[in-house]
Protein backbone atom coordinates (compact mmCIF):
# COMPACT_ATOMS: atom_id res chain seq x y z
CA UNK A 1 0.00 0.00 0.00
CA UNK A 2 1.33 3.55 -1.12
CA UNK A 3 1.75 5.93 1.55
CA UNK A 4 -0.97 8.51 2.44
CA UNK A 5 -1.54 11.52 3.85
CA UNK A 6 -5.06 12.26 5.73
CA UNK A 7 -7.08 15.58 5.91
CA UNK A 8 -9.45 15.92 8.32
CA UNK A 9 -10.86 19.74 7.90
CA UNK A 10 -12.88 20.45 11.25
CA UNK A 11 -12.43 24.33 10.75
CA UNK A 12 -16.31 25.06 10.05
CA UNK A 13 -18.10 27.14 12.17
CA UNK A 14 -21.37 25.33 12.05
CA UNK A 15 -22.15 24.99 16.44
CA UNK A 16 -24.49 22.14 17.05
CA UNK A 17 -28.13 23.54 16.55
CA UNK A 18 -27.09 26.75 18.07
CA UNK A 19 -25.36 25.94 20.94
CA UNK A 20 -21.81 27.01 22.44
CA UNK A 21 -19.94 23.61 21.04
CA UNK A 22 -19.08 23.08 17.20
CA UNK A 23 -20.24 19.62 16.22
CA UNK A 24 -16.72 17.84 16.01
CA UNK A 25 -15.71 18.86 19.22
CA UNK A 26 -19.32 17.11 20.84
CA UNK A 27 -18.52 14.78 22.98
CA UNK A 28 -20.14 11.55 21.63
CA UNK A 29 -20.54 7.87 24.33
CA UNK A 30 -17.63 9.66 26.13
CA UNK A 31 -15.26 10.49 23.01
CA UNK A 32 -14.94 13.47 21.01
CA UNK A 33 -16.57 13.08 17.41
CA UNK A 34 -13.07 14.47 15.85
CA UNK A 35 -11.11 12.51 18.05
CA UNK A 36 -13.04 9.18 16.80
CA UNK A 37 -12.68 10.32 13.54
CA UNK A 38 -9.17 10.99 13.76
CA UNK A 39 -9.05 7.01 15.13
CA UNK A 40 -10.42 5.34 12.19
CA UNK A 41 -6.97 6.66 10.07
CA UNK A 42 -4.47 7.50 12.51
CA UNK A 43 -3.31 3.85 13.59
CA UNK A 44 -3.80 2.44 9.81
CA UNK A 45 -0.06 1.54 8.77
CA UNK A 46 0.03 3.24 5.53
CA UNK A 47 -1.27 6.47 6.94
CA UNK A 48 1.98 8.61 6.94
CA UNK A 49 0.34 11.62 8.80
CA UNK A 50 -3.19 13.19 9.83
CA UNK A 51 -3.20 16.87 9.14
CA UNK A 52 -6.14 18.10 12.00
CA UNK A 53 -7.59 21.32 10.54
CA UNK A 54 -8.85 24.35 12.88
CA UNK A 55 -9.78 27.60 13.20
CA UNK A 56 -7.01 29.61 13.70
CA UNK A 57 -8.50 31.09 16.63
CA UNK A 58 -9.06 27.70 18.56
CA UNK A 59 -6.13 25.89 17.43
CA UNK A 60 -4.32 27.70 20.72
CA UNK A 61 -6.78 26.16 22.77
CA UNK A 62 -7.35 22.88 21.62
CA UNK A 63 -3.47 22.54 21.73
CA UNK A 64 -3.60 23.83 25.81
CA UNK A 65 -6.44 21.08 26.12
CA UNK A 66 -5.50 17.56 23.79
CA UNK A 67 -1.56 18.51 22.73
CA UNK A 68 -0.01 16.34 25.57
CA UNK A 69 -2.16 13.76 24.97
CA UNK A 70 -2.29 13.54 21.43
CA UNK A 71 1.78 13.81 21.92
CA UNK A 72 1.36 10.88 24.14
CA UNK A 73 -1.04 8.86 22.07
CA UNK A 74 0.10 9.41 18.58
CA UNK A 75 3.02 10.43 16.91
CA UNK A 76 1.75 11.05 13.25
CA UNK A 77 -0.79 14.41 13.97
CA UNK A 78 0.15 17.67 12.59
CA UNK A 79 -2.59 20.64 13.25
CA UNK A 80 -2.95 23.30 10.67
CA UNK A 81 -4.80 26.42 10.77
CA UNK A 82 -7.77 26.73 8.33
CA UNK A 83 -9.31 29.06 6.46
CA UNK A 84 -12.67 30.66 6.30
CA UNK A 85 -13.81 28.17 3.12
CA UNK A 86 -13.19 24.22 3.74
CA UNK A 87 -11.02 24.44 0.55
CA UNK A 88 -8.62 26.84 2.04
CA UNK A 89 -7.96 24.53 4.65
CA UNK A 90 -8.03 21.49 2.30
CA UNK A 91 -5.43 23.76 0.62
CA UNK A 92 -3.32 24.96 4.01
CA UNK A 93 -3.21 21.08 4.66
CA UNK A 94 -1.96 19.72 1.81
CA UNK A 95 0.47 22.28 1.18
CA UNK A 96 2.65 20.84 4.38
CA UNK A 97 2.47 17.15 2.61
CA UNK A 98 5.51 15.94 1.68
CA UNK A 99 6.48 14.87 -2.07
CA UNK A 100 7.08 11.04 -1.45
CA UNK A 101 3.29 10.74 0.14
CA UNK A 102 1.55 8.86 -3.17
CA UNK A 103 -2.01 9.62 -1.75
CA UNK A 104 -4.08 12.22 -0.22
CA UNK A 105 -7.12 11.12 2.02
CA UNK A 106 -9.99 14.21 2.64
CA UNK A 107 -12.38 13.09 5.35
CA UNK A 108 -15.20 14.80 7.03
CA UNK A 109 -14.67 15.70 10.55
CA UNK A 110 -18.07 14.79 12.20
CA UNK A 111 -18.68 11.54 9.66
CA UNK A 112 -16.99 8.80 12.98
CA UNK A 113 -18.70 6.14 12.35
CA UNK A 114 -16.94 4.71 8.84
CA UNK A 115 -15.83 1.53 8.45
CA UNK A 116 -12.19 0.79 8.16
CA UNK A 117 -12.83 -1.77 5.40
CA UNK A 118 -14.81 0.63 3.88
CA UNK A 119 -11.70 3.00 4.08
CA UNK A 120 -9.55 0.28 2.57
CA UNK A 121 -11.81 -0.38 -0.21
CA UNK A 122 -11.21 3.67 -1.52
CA UNK A 123 -7.84 3.37 -1.39
CA UNK A 124 -7.49 0.33 -3.31
CA UNK A 125 -10.16 2.28 -5.84
CA UNK A 126 -7.82 5.23 -5.61
CA UNK A 127 -4.66 3.17 -6.25
CA UNK A 128 -6.39 1.24 -9.03
CA UNK A 129 -7.80 4.73 -10.94
CA UNK A 130 -6.17 7.53 -9.01
CA UNK A 131 -8.95 8.94 -7.69
CA UNK A 132 -12.46 7.34 -5.95
CA UNK A 133 -14.46 8.46 -3.09
CA UNK A 134 -17.35 6.78 -1.15
CA UNK A 135 -20.72 7.39 -2.00
CA UNK A 136 -24.43 5.91 -1.91
CA UNK A 137 -27.01 5.33 -4.58
CA UNK A 138 -30.02 8.03 -3.92
CA UNK A 139 -32.92 5.85 -3.07
CA UNK A 140 -35.42 8.63 -3.11
CA UNK A 141 -37.78 10.56 -5.52
CA UNK A 142 -35.73 14.01 -5.88
CA UNK A 143 -38.13 17.26 -5.89
CA UNK A 144 -37.08 20.49 -6.68
CA UNK A 145 -38.84 23.02 -4.54
CA UNK A 146 -39.76 26.25 -5.00
CA UNK A 147 -37.66 28.02 -1.59
CA UNK A 148 -40.16 30.68 -0.66
CA UNK A 149 -43.77 28.76 -0.85
CA UNK A 150 -42.16 24.97 -0.21
CA UNK A 151 -44.14 24.20 -3.54
CA UNK A 152 -42.54 21.56 -5.85
CA UNK A 153 -41.70 22.74 -9.47
CA UNK A 154 -40.21 19.31 -10.75
CA UNK A 155 -39.87 15.71 -10.09
CA UNK A 156 -35.75 15.09 -10.98
CA UNK A 157 -34.93 11.54 -12.11
CA UNK A 158 -32.78 10.30 -9.52
CA UNK A 159 -31.05 7.73 -12.48
CA UNK A 160 -27.47 7.15 -11.61
CA UNK A 161 -27.49 9.58 -9.17
CA UNK A 162 -25.45 9.14 -6.04
CA UNK A 163 -25.01 10.87 -2.94
CA UNK A 164 -21.40 11.86 -2.22
CA UNK A 165 -19.66 10.65 1.40
CA UNK A 166 -16.14 10.62 2.05
CA UNK A 167 -12.79 9.42 2.45
CA UNK A 168 -12.37 11.25 -0.95
CA UNK A 169 -8.78 9.53 -2.08
CA UNK A 170 -6.61 11.59 -5.00
CA UNK A 171 -2.80 10.92 -5.93
CA UNK A 172 -1.33 13.98 -4.31
CA UNK A 173 0.22 14.77 -7.19
CA UNK A 174 -3.15 15.63 -9.24
CA UNK A 175 -4.84 16.92 -6.07
CA UNK A 176 -2.10 19.34 -5.81
CA UNK A 177 -2.30 20.26 -9.78
CA UNK A 178 -6.61 20.54 -9.01
CA UNK A 179 -6.03 22.72 -6.53
CA UNK A 180 -3.48 25.02 -8.39
CA UNK A 181 -5.81 25.34 -11.25
CA UNK A 182 -8.97 25.79 -8.88
CA UNK A 183 -8.99 29.96 -9.52
CA UNK A 184 -9.63 29.69 -13.16
CA UNK A 185 -12.37 27.28 -12.59
CA UNK A 186 -14.77 30.02 -12.64
CA UNK A 187 -17.44 27.32 -11.02
CA UNK A 188 -18.85 26.77 -7.42
CA UNK A 189 -16.94 23.83 -5.68
CA UNK A 190 -18.08 21.84 -3.07
CA UNK A 191 -16.15 18.79 -3.38
CA UNK A 192 -12.61 18.06 -3.61
CA UNK A 193 -13.42 14.89 -6.41
CA UNK A 194 -15.48 18.14 -8.23
CA UNK A 195 -12.53 19.54 -8.51
CA UNK A 196 -10.71 16.70 -10.57
CA UNK A 197 -14.07 16.54 -12.71
CA UNK A 198 -13.79 20.03 -13.25
CA UNK A 199 -10.18 19.34 -14.81
CA UNK A 200 -11.60 15.86 -17.00
CA UNK A 201 -9.85 13.55 -14.39
CA UNK A 202 -11.68 10.14 -13.21
CA UNK A 203 -12.72 9.62 -10.09
CA UNK A 204 -14.67 6.79 -9.77
CA UNK A 205 -17.05 5.59 -6.58
CA UNK A 206 -16.99 2.85 -3.98
CA UNK A 207 -20.76 2.07 -2.67
CA UNK A 208 -20.62 3.27 0.73
CA UNK A 209 -23.12 2.92 3.45
CA UNK A 210 -26.29 4.75 4.73
CA UNK A 211 -24.41 4.22 8.33
CA UNK A 212 -21.36 6.44 7.02
CA UNK A 213 -23.55 9.51 7.77
CA UNK A 214 -22.53 13.15 8.73
CA UNK A 215 -23.68 14.19 12.12
CA UNK A 216 -25.30 17.28 11.69
CA UNK A 217 -28.75 17.35 13.33
CA UNK A 218 -29.79 16.04 16.91
CA UNK A 219 -31.62 13.30 15.07
CA UNK A 220 -27.77 12.62 13.61
CA UNK A 221 -25.97 12.55 16.63
CA UNK A 222 -29.00 10.55 18.64
CA UNK A 223 -28.67 7.56 15.65
CA UNK A 224 -24.58 8.17 15.97
CA UNK A 225 -25.00 7.44 20.13
CA UNK A 226 -27.45 4.44 19.24
CA UNK A 227 -24.95 2.76 16.85
CA UNK A 228 -21.85 2.93 19.36
CA UNK A 229 -24.21 1.04 22.33
CA UNK A 230 -23.09 -2.95 22.22
CA UNK A 231 -25.74 -4.83 21.20
CA UNK A 232 -28.45 -5.84 23.91
CA UNK A 233 -28.70 -9.24 24.33
CA UNK A 234 -30.88 -11.47 21.91
CA UNK A 235 -34.50 -11.09 24.00
CA UNK A 236 -36.68 -14.20 25.08
CA UNK A 237 -38.59 -14.92 21.89
CA UNK A 238 -41.81 -15.43 22.18
CA UNK A 239 -44.97 -14.76 19.49
CA UNK A 240 -46.95 -11.12 20.61
CA UNK A 241 -47.31 -10.45 17.01
CA UNK A 242 -49.79 -7.38 18.44
CA UNK A 243 -48.12 -6.25 21.11
CA UNK A 244 -46.55 -2.47 21.26
CA UNK B 1 -60.00 17.93 11.02
CA UNK B 2 -62.03 15.99 7.44
CA UNK B 3 -62.22 13.19 6.88
CA UNK B 4 -59.02 10.93 5.81
CA UNK B 5 -59.11 7.48 3.76
CA UNK B 6 -55.26 6.18 3.98
CA UNK B 7 -53.58 3.98 1.34
CA UNK B 8 -51.10 1.52 2.36
CA UNK B 9 -49.55 -0.56 -0.63
CA UNK B 10 -47.55 -3.72 0.33
CA UNK B 11 -48.03 -5.48 -2.57
CA UNK B 12 -44.57 -4.95 -3.75
CA UNK B 13 -42.65 -7.92 -4.32
CA UNK B 14 -38.53 -7.43 -2.81
CA UNK B 15 -37.94 -9.54 -0.32
CA UNK B 16 -35.58 -8.74 2.34
CA UNK B 17 -31.82 -9.36 0.32
CA UNK B 18 -33.03 -12.41 -1.10
CA UNK B 19 -34.47 -13.89 1.91
CA UNK B 20 -37.88 -15.63 1.85
CA UNK B 21 -40.01 -12.81 3.81
CA UNK B 22 -40.89 -9.48 1.58
CA UNK B 23 -39.72 -6.71 3.63
CA UNK B 24 -43.21 -5.40 5.23
CA UNK B 25 -43.63 -8.51 6.67
CA UNK B 26 -40.31 -9.11 8.50
CA UNK B 27 -41.08 -8.85 12.32
CA UNK B 28 -39.93 -5.69 13.62
CA UNK B 29 -38.76 -6.32 17.67
CA UNK B 30 -41.49 -8.03 18.06
CA UNK B 31 -43.85 -6.50 15.18
CA UNK B 32 -44.34 -6.94 11.91
CA UNK B 33 -43.45 -3.71 10.01
CA UNK B 34 -46.60 -3.38 8.28
CA UNK B 35 -48.44 -3.03 11.20
CA UNK B 36 -46.49 -0.70 12.53
CA UNK B 37 -47.55 1.04 9.81
CA UNK B 38 -51.25 0.28 10.16
CA UNK B 39 -50.95 1.11 13.54
CA UNK B 40 -49.38 4.72 12.50
CA UNK B 41 -52.90 6.01 11.01
CA UNK B 42 -55.83 3.00 12.40
CA UNK B 43 -56.80 4.71 15.61
CA UNK B 44 -56.19 8.68 14.39
CA UNK B 45 -59.95 10.07 14.92
CA UNK B 46 -60.09 11.46 11.68
CA UNK B 47 -58.77 8.07 9.81
CA UNK B 48 -62.01 6.92 8.03
CA UNK B 49 -60.23 3.89 6.97
CA UNK B 50 -57.25 2.02 5.97
CA UNK B 51 -56.71 0.71 2.92
CA UNK B 52 -54.05 -2.01 3.14
CA UNK B 53 -52.82 -3.47 -0.51
CA UNK B 54 -51.32 -6.75 -0.74
CA UNK B 55 -50.44 -9.20 -3.63
CA UNK B 56 -53.29 -10.88 -5.02
CA UNK B 57 -51.58 -14.12 -4.39
CA UNK B 58 -50.97 -13.12 -0.51
CA UNK B 59 -53.95 -11.86 0.29
CA UNK B 60 -56.12 -14.87 1.22
CA UNK B 61 -53.01 -16.15 3.09
CA UNK B 62 -52.76 -12.86 4.89
CA UNK B 63 -56.74 -13.01 5.85
CA UNK B 64 -56.02 -16.67 7.48
CA UNK B 65 -52.88 -15.42 9.72
CA UNK B 66 -54.01 -11.96 10.87
CA UNK B 67 -58.04 -11.23 9.53
CA UNK B 68 -59.46 -12.62 12.93
CA UNK B 69 -56.96 -10.22 15.14
CA UNK B 70 -57.71 -7.13 12.61
CA UNK B 71 -61.43 -7.60 13.10
CA UNK B 72 -61.03 -8.18 16.87
CA UNK B 73 -58.70 -5.16 16.97
CA UNK B 74 -59.73 -2.45 14.45
CA UNK B 75 -63.48 -2.06 12.64
CA UNK B 76 -61.94 0.65 9.62
CA UNK B 77 -58.91 -2.29 7.52
CA UNK B 78 -59.93 -3.14 4.27
CA UNK B 79 -57.88 -5.44 2.51
CA UNK B 80 -57.36 -4.47 -1.63
CA UNK B 81 -55.72 -7.07 -4.11
CA UNK B 82 -52.63 -4.73 -5.81
CA UNK B 83 -51.19 -4.62 -8.99
CA UNK B 84 -47.67 -5.81 -10.31
CA UNK B 85 -47.03 -2.09 -10.25
CA UNK B 86 -47.33 0.53 -6.89
CA UNK B 87 -49.61 2.60 -9.24
CA UNK B 88 -52.34 -0.06 -10.25
CA UNK B 89 -52.46 -0.98 -6.22
CA UNK B 90 -53.20 2.86 -5.21
CA UNK B 91 -55.44 2.95 -7.94
CA UNK B 92 -57.60 -0.72 -6.78
CA UNK B 93 -57.49 1.13 -3.24
CA UNK B 94 -58.69 4.61 -4.63
CA UNK B 95 -61.72 2.96 -6.03
CA UNK B 96 -62.97 1.97 -3.11
CA UNK B 97 -62.90 5.41 -1.53
CA UNK B 98 -66.18 6.68 -0.67
CA UNK B 99 -67.20 10.42 -2.11
CA UNK B 100 -67.46 11.79 1.72
CA UNK B 101 -63.97 11.34 2.45
CA UNK B 102 -62.05 14.54 1.69
CA UNK B 103 -58.28 13.88 1.64
CA UNK B 104 -56.66 10.98 1.20
CA UNK B 105 -53.54 9.73 2.36
CA UNK B 106 -50.69 7.10 0.58
CA UNK B 107 -47.97 6.11 3.25
CA UNK B 108 -45.11 3.64 2.38
CA UNK B 109 -45.86 0.34 4.12
CA UNK B 110 -41.91 0.02 4.99
CA UNK B 111 -42.06 3.50 6.56
CA UNK B 112 -42.65 2.77 10.50
CA UNK B 113 -41.02 5.23 11.90
CA UNK B 114 -43.15 8.13 10.97
CA UNK B 115 -43.93 10.26 13.84
CA UNK B 116 -48.10 11.61 14.45
CA UNK B 117 -47.05 14.98 14.48
CA UNK B 118 -45.28 14.90 11.02
CA UNK B 119 -48.44 13.15 10.29
CA UNK B 120 -50.20 15.94 11.97
CA UNK B 121 -48.51 18.30 9.92
CA UNK B 122 -48.53 16.71 6.23
CA UNK B 123 -52.46 16.66 7.00
CA UNK B 124 -53.01 20.13 8.17
CA UNK B 125 -50.90 21.48 4.83
CA UNK B 126 -53.04 19.24 2.54
CA UNK B 127 -56.06 20.90 4.07
CA UNK B 128 -54.26 24.38 3.87
CA UNK B 129 -52.52 23.74 0.14
CA UNK B 130 -54.58 21.09 -1.38
CA UNK B 131 -51.73 18.54 -1.88
CA UNK B 132 -48.84 18.13 0.56
CA UNK B 133 -46.31 15.65 1.32
CA UNK B 134 -43.03 15.13 3.66
CA UNK B 135 -39.80 15.57 2.11
CA UNK B 136 -35.70 16.45 3.39
CA UNK B 137 -33.30 18.67 1.88
CA UNK B 138 -30.47 16.81 0.02
CA UNK B 139 -27.80 17.35 2.18
CA UNK B 140 -24.83 15.55 0.32
CA UNK B 141 -23.03 16.36 -2.83
CA UNK B 142 -25.08 14.57 -5.79
CA UNK B 143 -22.96 13.02 -8.46
CA UNK B 144 -24.31 11.45 -11.67
CA UNK B 145 -22.24 8.51 -12.21
CA UNK B 146 -21.69 5.97 -15.52
CA UNK B 147 -23.08 3.12 -14.62
CA UNK B 148 -20.85 0.54 -16.26
CA UNK B 149 -17.45 2.13 -14.84
CA UNK B 150 -18.95 3.90 -11.72
CA UNK B 151 -17.30 6.68 -13.25
CA UNK B 152 -18.32 10.46 -12.10
CA UNK B 153 -19.70 12.12 -15.39
CA UNK B 154 -21.03 15.66 -13.32
CA UNK B 155 -21.61 17.33 -9.87
CA UNK B 156 -25.39 17.89 -9.54
CA UNK B 157 -26.32 21.19 -8.19
CA UNK B 158 -28.49 20.45 -4.54
CA UNK B 159 -29.80 23.74 -4.10
CA UNK B 160 -33.64 23.47 -3.70
CA UNK B 161 -33.55 19.49 -4.15
CA UNK B 162 -35.52 17.99 -1.33
CA UNK B 163 -36.01 13.95 -0.73
CA UNK B 164 -39.51 12.56 -1.07
CA UNK B 165 -40.87 10.75 2.20
CA UNK B 166 -44.78 9.80 2.40
CA UNK B 167 -46.96 10.48 3.77
CA UNK B 168 -48.62 12.05 0.95
CA UNK B 169 -51.98 13.98 1.58
CA UNK B 170 -54.11 14.51 -1.62
CA UNK B 171 -57.55 16.17 -1.71
CA UNK B 172 -59.32 12.65 -3.03
CA UNK B 173 -61.10 14.44 -5.81
CA UNK B 174 -58.09 15.63 -7.16
CA UNK B 175 -56.37 12.64 -6.52
CA UNK B 176 -58.98 10.99 -8.61
CA UNK B 177 -58.89 13.12 -11.50
CA UNK B 178 -55.11 12.82 -11.71
CA UNK B 179 -54.96 9.12 -11.72
CA UNK B 180 -57.75 9.20 -14.19
CA UNK B 181 -55.30 11.69 -16.27
CA UNK B 182 -52.79 9.00 -15.75
CA UNK B 183 -52.66 7.20 -19.12
CA UNK B 184 -52.38 10.67 -21.28
CA UNK B 185 -49.33 11.56 -19.33
CA UNK B 186 -46.86 9.85 -21.21
CA UNK B 187 -44.10 10.32 -18.69
CA UNK B 188 -42.82 7.72 -16.03
CA UNK B 189 -44.01 8.38 -12.66
CA UNK B 190 -42.56 7.63 -9.45
CA UNK B 191 -44.67 9.03 -6.83
CA UNK B 192 -48.59 10.33 -6.72
CA UNK B 193 -47.39 13.80 -6.04
CA UNK B 194 -45.61 13.95 -9.57
CA UNK B 195 -48.75 12.80 -10.81
CA UNK B 196 -50.57 16.17 -9.41
CA UNK B 197 -47.22 18.32 -10.38
CA UNK B 198 -47.54 16.66 -14.05
CA UNK B 199 -51.00 18.15 -14.72
CA UNK B 200 -49.87 21.49 -12.69
CA UNK B 201 -51.44 21.43 -9.63
CA UNK B 202 -49.66 23.12 -6.35
CA UNK B 203 -48.02 20.03 -4.11
CA UNK B 204 -46.34 21.65 -0.76
CA UNK B 205 -43.67 20.03 1.44
CA UNK B 206 -43.30 19.30 4.79
CA UNK B 207 -40.07 19.11 6.24
CA UNK B 208 -40.07 15.65 8.11
CA UNK B 209 -36.96 13.88 9.25
CA UNK B 210 -34.00 11.26 8.62
CA UNK B 211 -35.25 9.59 11.04
CA UNK B 212 -38.74 8.63 9.03
CA UNK B 213 -37.12 6.43 6.46
CA UNK B 214 -37.86 3.33 4.22
CA UNK B 215 -36.82 -0.06 5.77
CA UNK B 216 -35.00 -1.72 2.70
CA UNK B 217 -31.66 -2.63 3.61
CA UNK B 218 -29.82 -4.88 6.28
CA UNK B 219 -28.67 -1.74 7.84
CA UNK B 220 -31.82 -0.08 7.84
CA UNK B 221 -33.32 -2.94 9.38
CA UNK B 222 -30.56 -2.34 12.09
CA UNK B 223 -30.98 1.51 12.80
CA UNK B 224 -35.23 0.48 13.16
CA UNK B 225 -34.33 -1.76 15.51
CA UNK B 226 -32.02 0.54 17.67
CA UNK B 227 -34.70 3.35 17.45
CA UNK B 228 -37.34 1.19 19.32
CA UNK B 229 -34.95 -0.13 21.74
CA UNK B 230 -35.78 1.84 25.38
CA UNK B 231 -33.63 4.45 25.65
CA UNK B 232 -30.64 3.44 27.88
CA UNK B 233 -30.38 4.77 31.63
CA UNK B 234 -28.29 7.55 31.82
CA UNK B 235 -24.57 6.57 32.12
CA UNK B 236 -22.15 7.83 35.12
CA UNK B 237 -20.54 10.77 34.30
CA UNK B 238 -16.69 10.13 33.91
CA UNK B 239 -13.87 12.14 31.92
CA UNK B 240 -12.51 9.68 29.97
CA UNK B 241 -12.01 11.79 26.52
CA UNK B 242 -9.38 8.85 25.30
CA UNK B 243 -11.28 5.95 25.96
CA UNK B 244 -12.75 3.77 23.25
Known sequence: MPRVAVIIPAAGSSTRFGGPIKKPFLSLDGKPIWLRTLDLFAKRPETAKVYLVLHPEEIENFRLQYGALLMLAYDN?????????????????????????????????????????????????AITHGAAMAAIPVADTLKRVEPTSNTITETVPRANLWQAQTPQVFERAALVEAYAQRAKLNIPITDDAQLLEALGQKVVVVPGSPLNFKITTPDDFRLAELLLQPPAPPPVKSRRPFDD
Open 77 to 125: IELVPGGAERFESVANALANVPEDVELVAVHDAVRCLTTASLITEVLQA
